[in-house]
């Protein structure tokens, strides 16, 4: 069965650093989205991702972040500068149609800024 | 503000016992999703309803727009469905909102 994949599975980076987790998506999919949770809370909405162009984004979504689709198959997630704040899991998921459609998580990867 | 209420946020059941864990939101939505994340971290995905009920195995949702309301039963349950259970839902934009989640663990 296509799962969506996520690298690294844990990535440990000083503050200020920048970082970029890559995401597969599932290949016929064309939406794309990230959320992170940070520990012992919900999961929260950063951003979502259609025909080569941010869609929706949240407040959490700021300047240090962007995303980008460099072929037809990864899509990252970038951190300029991290925060300590920055801590949490990050999932990527992707769905075939609009948001209003099951969305297929990746197994997540959790960023630790020291 | 839109947000999304889980009750209970932690469920003990004995094997076999019927499980319901409850959703509510506050204005009209365009979908809601049921997930479930496991002890590792991962989140699959279970349902997505906007209306009426769903039944893949053991797993039923239902969901009330018009008493914003949805609920997750698990009948039969088992200690393989220990595990975090999330409603998220669509206020009509690709943004999900998040519930805070049921912790739910079932004993042998």
């Known amino acids: 069965e296509p799962e969506v994949t996520q690298t690294p599975s844990h990535q440990v980076t000083q503050m200020g650093q920048e970082v970029i987790l890559r995401c597969v998506p599932i290949s016929n999919h064309l939406y794309f989205y990230w959320y992170r949770q940070i520990l012992g809370q919900k999961v929260e909405f950063l951003v979502s991702f259609y025909n080569n162009e941010i869609s929706e984004k949240s407040e959490i979504f700021d300047d240090q972040f962007s995303v980008e689709r460099p072929d037809g198959s990864n899509f990252t997630l970038k951190i300029r500068s991290t925060k300590l704040e920055d801590s949490a899991m990050y999932f990527c998921a992707s769905s075939a149609t609009r948001g209003f459609d099951t969305q297929y998580f990746g197994p997540g990867t959790r960023l630790t800024v020291l | 503000k839109n947000e999304v209420e889980q009750s209970p946020q932690n469920l003990t059941a004995q094997e076999g016992e019927f499980i319901t864990i409850n959703c509510s939101y506050s204005v009209g939505i365009s979908a809601l999703h049921w997930l479930q994340q496991h002890p590792g971290g991962g989140i699959v995905s279970l349902f997505m309803?906007?209306?009426g009920k769903k039944k893949h195995g053991r797993l039923i949702a239902t969901i009330n727009i018009q008493e914003k309301h949805s609920s997750l039963h698990i009948t039969a349950s088992h200690p393989r469905d220990s595990a975090v259970y999330i409603c998220?839902?669509?206020?009509?934009?690709?943004?999900?909102?998040f519930g805070t989640g049921t912790r739910l663990q079932v004993f042998p």
């Open positions: 998220a839902v669509h206020y009509n934009t690709d943004k999900l909102i």
């Open positions: 309803l906007s209306s």
